[in-house]
């Protein structure tokens, strides 16, 4: 787990590669950490992100000292679904500090859906925490903290659904919604721990805009090698003992039109 290293420009980031599968406005942290970490204590709202590799969670707060934490999968502990008889329902575990994380130890979280959908994300999340401990590399990647490398726009298929077979178990109907427009980049560094697919792939940083205060620039660049029906992509085959995905002919739906057919 990391301290301030999942967000830019008042977004989120993650890794090349790494793919966000729900997006949930209007989460509450509480956050019970090492005395010697005083920004990992209290009460915290803002917005949470289950992606391929784990969860984040950005501030609303321009002016918390915690601005993001990220939580790997395989750094969890302990994670357990609380389903109170008066108050909102929420997710509770144990979290240990990861390498170069700006934060050393263990502490506790708990995550509190506002508005519903807490039995939802617990599943899916578990659900790819799982996959993810089964894809573990016998030798993971070296790990780089993610502020280092530049950063830039993520292309769209990085918050698009993957509407296949493969991905079946993620709610997309419970959270239908996308992160802002231009509020997603992508670092340049892959992940350093296993994610969901054993098969992905890491697409190649733009070779031009590379100023990652350009939105704009940076999304058109990433849009001309990032193509999700060629063998770069995240549109990877299935795991064995997993159903392969089936591909649509036609790039899958967004966001907007995935919240339509829900309603």
Known sequence: MSLNSAHAQGGVLIFAGERILIYYDGIEMAFDGPSSVPQMKGKKHGRVYLTTHRVIFNSKDGKDSMQSFSFPFLLMREVELEQPVFGANYIKGKIKSEPYGNWEGEAKFKMYFTHGGAIEFGKAMLTAASMASRNRPSQPPPYTP???????????????????????????????????????YMSEAPPP???????????????????????????????????????????????????????????????????????
């Open 146 to 184: 993610p502020m280092n490398p530049g950063f830039y726009a993520a292309p769209p298929p990085a918050y698009e659904p993957p509407r296949n077979s493969y991905y079946s178990w993620v709610p997309y109907g419970t959270f239908p919604d996308a992160p802002p427009a231009q509020s997603v």
């Open 193 to 263: 721990y296993p994610g969901v697919d054993p098969n992905m792939t890491y697409p190649p940083p733009p070779t031009a805009a590379t100023n990652g205060y350009d939105a704009k620039a940076q999304e058109a660049a990433a849009s001309a090698y990032y193509d999700p029906y060629n063998g770069h992509n995240f549109y990877a085959p299935a795991a064995q003992n997993m159903a392969p995905p089936t591909y649509p002919s036609a790039p899958p739906p967004a966001y907007s039109e995935a919240s339509k057919k829900s309603n």
